[in-house]
């Protein structure tokens, strides 16, 4: 009965284990980068069409958004999502195990929207965009971040940040593991 017990023992801890590792999960933060990139003109059209209309100014949000956006989006995407991929994956808490699913791909990346969306994140990203984006040049650029960004983020995530979707573009999902069109 002992050497069952030990038998059964060490054949659980030889099972790989189930959960998302830091590499795989840091890559796929990676190409969600890359994702969120490509995405630029459509949040970017988005938000001119949705957002520019609940502001007093239209035409200088549809400039500024013109103007700028590109730039604020860029360097939130290298700071949070490309350089800041392992911190994020860590607070997620995973590491070391196998390769994982369409299903952990979609769960995965409900954590990440949930962390982009916290309030107090949304906070950081604005703070990082008033020191790290504006310059002397634009007029009122932090004024303009602090008032603007935080209901301009939650409305792009509604819309473009739907974890299935994207998850459903992964090899991980489709099955299809070559992609000529995708660099990664």
């Known amino acids: ?4 017990l030990c038998l059964a023992l060490a054949g659980t801890w030889a099972a790989p284990d189930p ?18 990139r490509m995405g630029e003109k459509e949040i970017q059209a988005y938000l001119q069409e949705n957002y520019c209309p609940t502001v007093d100014d239209v035409e200088e949000c549809m400039t500024g958004l013109a103007v700028y956006y590109p730039h604020m989006l860029e360097a939130l995407v290298l700071h949070y999502i490309v350089d800041g991929a392992i911190h994020v994956c860590q607070t997620m808490g995973v590491c070391d195990a196998r390769r994982y699913t369409c299903e952990e791909c979609v769960v995965g990346l409900e954590w990440v929207e949930a962390y982009f969306e916290d309030p107090i994140m949304i906070a950081e990203m604005t703070l990082f965009l008033e020191q790290n984006s504006c310059i002397d040049e634009w007029e009122n650029c932090k004024e303009v971040v602090k008032e603007h960004f935080p209901p301009m983020h939650r409305m792009a995530m509604e819309k473009f940040m739907i974890p299935q979707e994207i998850c459903n573009q992964e090899p991980v999902c489709t099955g299809v593991t070559n992609h000529p069109t995708k660099p990664f």
């Open 1 to 4: 009965v002992l050497l069952i």
């Open 19 to 36: 959960r998302f590792t830091c590499a795989e999960c840091v890559d796929e933060m990676h190409k969600f980068g890359f994702i969120v």
